[in-house]
């Protein structure tokens, strides 16, 4: 009797367990089917012309149209747009990322006074709508000259992305220890280069977190971009790009899904690439923290 007793606990938190990951599972695979059923969607629209995306939007393709993508590279300019967005794309995420590391291994190793209180003033940034600044914006890109070009864009996307870069650098530069600095020192390396060669290269999973959300961020802007736009077409980028994206009789939408394809997938090449360094940075705040 003690030792059926004994066993029903047991038993019971094995259930309890067995329960709770059949229903944990069973939401995770929920979750996953509403983030990629859209993009199945897409795709596969992406193949259809028009008479057979209204006839049957949720089927297969009858024909797997290829010329779709052809014709939005093409005839719907998004390899213009596309050409834009990587040039503002990679000039405003890899400069922000320099200068905000700099920045925070200044907050964090070089004893700055009321750091803390500088960051937070960063952080506080950030609680600023966009909105509120377009306007007083985009009158001193015109005083500064740098209206028309993809400066325009490639200004402001940087200034965003650097108050919580700065905060992610600091959070990790405050757990490399002090000593590793001062024996660089000690071998003769000059702050910049210990900076480069030795402490930077420690830094790489919030590298990559920093650059995936600012590359996020900046390749999907679109209020900005639709304002900088007004001042000359040749700034357009992808998103403003697809908003005036129309056939000769209408929106072409096997074209058009072909657009957003191909906006799609270098955020999701780029997530890949950087998956293994993104999820150290997103969790070496509680491991180290």
Request: glycine share 6%; no cysteine.
């Amino acid at each position: 009797m003690s030792i059926n007793k004994a066993k029903a606990p047991v038993a019971a938190a094995y259930t309890g367990n067995r329960v709770m990951s059949v229903t944990s599972r069973a939401v995770i695979i929920l979750f996953s089917l509403m983030v990629v059923y859209p993009l199945i969607f897409i795709i596969l629209v992406s193949f259809k012309e028009n008479r057979e995306f209204f006839a049957n939007i949720w089927g297969l393709p009858e024909v797997w149209r290829w010329s779709n993508y052809r014709f939005a590279w093409v005839n719907g300019r998004v390899g213009t747009f596309a050409q834009n967005s990587v040039i503002v794309s990679v000039a405003a995420v890899t400069s922000s990322a320099f200068i905000s590391a700099m920045a925070g291994y200044a907050l964090s190793k070089m004893h700055i006074p009321k750091a803390e209180v500088i960051l937070g003033v960063l952080m506080a940034l950030n609680f600023v709508p966009g909105v509120a600044i377009f306007i007083s914006l985009y009158s001193q890109t015109i005083s500064m000259g740098i209206s028309r070009t993809l400066w325009m864009l490639i200004l402001p996307y940087m200034a965003w992305q650097i108050p919580l870069s700065i905060y992610i650098y600091k959070k990790f530069f405050d757990s490399i220890p002090q000593e590793l600095i001062e024996a660089a020192r000690v071998d003769g390396a000059g702050e910049l280069y210990a900076f480069l060669k030795v402490i930077l290269p420690l830094v790489r999973p919030a590298t990559a977190t920093v650059m995936a959300f600012s590359f996020i961020n900046v390749w999907g802007e679109y209020m900005w971009a639709s304002i900088a736009a007004s001042s000359s077409s040749r700034i357009q980028t992808l998103p403003v790009g697809l908003l005036y994206f129309r056939g000769e009789y209408g929106i072409d939408w096997g074209a058009f899904a072909a657009a957003i394809v191909m906006i799609i997938v270098p955020l999701l090449l780029l997530f890949v690439y950087l998956q293994k360094y993104f999820i150290q940075g997103l969790t070496s705040g509680a491991v180290k923290g």
